[in-house]
């Protein structure tokens, strides 16, 4: 028994459906997370939501200069067009390679792509061709 008397039946009713728009605040560690895996990710991410602090900004400054590009577009909305994780690499070695070293792409056999598992040797052969790095 309640310290605060007598139990009092109650009667519930159906009422009218709830209705309206929720914002809840962003999250830190979900907004760290958005970033990276919009900028891992090839093609656009769009994000809303994202919670703007110091720290989720320079997330955000750390994957442009991995080479994604960001677009704030009002409070907490952006997008991040992702260059993959290859693109990030390239990205790296393009900022580290000194004059007359080479930097390319090839397609790698991956179950993401699924054109570079059919064939994947003539392709990889003449996309060495095409950067001039073999010879037929």
Known sequence: MSAHGEPVPMTARRGAA???????????SISHRAL????????ETR???LLEGQ?????ARAMAAFGAELHHDGPGAWRV???????FAEQRLRGAATDGIKVG????PSPASPAANRGWEPQALAQLVEQGIWTD
């Open 36 to 43: 990276i895996l919009g900028a891992l990710s090839v093609g």
């Open 81 to 87: 067009f992702g260059v993959g994780v290859g693109g």
């Open 55 to 59: 720290d989720v900004l320079d997330t």
């Open 105 to 108: 792409r090839m397609l790698h």
């Open 18 to 28: 709830l209705k309206g728009v929720a914002d809840i605040p962003g999250d830190k």
């Open 47 to 49: 994000i809303t939501g």
